[in-house]
């Protein structure tokens, strides 16, 4: 039976979920706080779409590796010391996760996860439908040669979980990527990721989700909640009250405020990050790549090429550090010697402000704060890579459908 559906958020998820919900013949409206022509996170991230990416950012490691990066200005990973309860209990969390249990229990998950998505994306592609679409894998360059160990015990673990990686010494990576020089002591190559434009992806799916029907709010506030008999009746908004059957938060970090009027909490801080997209770059790659020291991912798209990177926790701020975007510049001279910093002169960067949650991941589920509320958010740098099949298990349980996956670990209920 046709339902009406309110999805809460037109980002990547937010429109996947639309699109997905109305594909299946629900009538859905799409509420966004923000103009239709907006800049969030998932309109200059870098396209990657990542099987190999299974382990969550609370991982081992990650506190000393934060801890230490820090005190630089122009490092991938900062958080700005303030007296914020929210984020000192985020930060309690994240420390509690970063265990070599945890990673173990999330990894299994976020592989099938990321392939799912990546079949759905290939599917879309194998339709032709122009996303950007380019399948030759993913490249962990390394500059160092401990480094290029330590990503090559990882490549040991991709393949003990399915996931294939090939360990490439520098000739070999020049080999695989002849088009770009490269100073470099070698790689790991994952042949399974991709890369496409999210910008493609996002129009195809607003001009899908339309066609189906869905009707968009843009510049419309969420302000409250009409609740009847433990459901939710209608969300209140800047445009009046809208009645639905079914609610669904996607409103990435914005999320947590929408739902704590139900008693609900969802832990998540901003992890703001930069990208600078060279539009007629001296060289193009024909892979994308991670430059694995400096963490700033690296994408071709169409003839253009984009440098992204940083974890900036700094709250909701929509500033810009000049200082992390000239770490995300340097790094790519460094690895790309034939780029010079005065390529980038004149353009401007584009930020974005990443839903992490204290485990590094995703909510999605039904929420215990009322029956027909679901929760799909929180994905930090996944939301791209996870999209596709974070739609399909919304649009199954909405319609009270198997999920086809366990998602106790992605409850919204977790930190309740």
């Not at 930060?91 to 945890?102: E, I, K, N, Q, Y």
């Not at 994952?190 to 029907?213: K, N, T, V």
């Not at 996870?386 to 209920?413: C, K, M, Q, Y």
């Amino acid at each position: 039976m046709a339902k009406h559906i309110v999805v809460l958020g037109g980002g990547i998820i937010g429109l996947s979920v639309a699109e997905a919900c109305s594909r299946r013949g629900h009538r859905v409206t799409l509420i966004e706080q923000h103009a239709e022509q907006r800049g969030g996170c998932s309109f200059g991230n870098a396209g990657m779409v990542v099987p190999s990416h299974f382990v969550p950012m609370a991982a081992p490691g990650m506190v000393a590796m934060g801890l230490k990066w820090m005190w630089n200005p122009e490092s991938p990973f900062y958080i700005k010391p303030r007296l914020d309860l929210d984020l000192i209990r985020w930060g309690l969390r994240f420390v509690r996760s970063a265990t070599r249990a945890h990673v173990e229990r999330c990894a299994p998950l976020l592989r099938d996860l990321h392939l799912a998505s990546r079949q759905g994306y290939q599917e879309l592609a194998a339709r032709g439908e122009d996303i950007g679409l380019v399948s030759k894998g993913l490249m962990m360059l390394c500059k160092e040669s401990h480094t290029l160990d330590e990503e090559a015990a990882m490549a040991a673990k991709a393949r003990a979980l399915g996931v294939p990686a090939e360990v490439l010494d520098g000739a070999a990576t020049a080999r695989l990527d002849p088009g770009i020089a490269m100073a470099v002591a070698g790689a790991v190559h994952y042949p399974m990721d991709c890369h496409l434009s999210p910008e493609l992806f996002i129009a195809y799916q607003q001009r899908r989700a339309a066609q189906q029907g869905t009707r968009f709010l843009w510049n419309t506030q969420v302000t409250g909640w009409a609740r009847e008999s433990g459901k939710l009746r209608a969300v209140k908004t800047s445009g009046g009250d809208i009645d639905a059957d079914e609610f669904v938060i996607s409103g990435g970090i914005w999320s947590d405020g929408m739902i704590r009027q139900l008693g609900l909490r969802l832990p998540m801080q901003a992890g703001k990050g930069y990208s600078v997209t060279l539009p007629n770059p001296v060289e193009l790659p024909a892979l994308c790549s991670i430059l694995t020291e400096a963490r700033v991912a690296v994408t071709p798209m169409g003839g253009s090429l984009r440098f992204g990177g940083t974890m900036e926790m700094s709250g909701t701020s929509e500033s810009i550090s000049p200082r992390r975007v000239e770490g995300i510049l340097r790094a790519a001279s460094s690895y790309f010697p034939n780029f010079k910093r005065s390529h980038f002169d004149g353009l401007t960067p584009w930020h974005g402000l990443r839903p992490c949650s204290p485990d590094g991941m995703p909510y999605l589920g039904r929420s215990a704060a009322a029956s027909n509320l679901l929760v799909a958010t929180g994905h930090a740098m996944m939301g791209l890579s996870l999209a596709p099949v974070t739609a399909a298990i919304a649009a199954r349980l909405l319609d009270a459908e198997p999920p086809g996956f366990d998602l106790h670990l992605l409850s919204p209920n977790r930190f309740a």
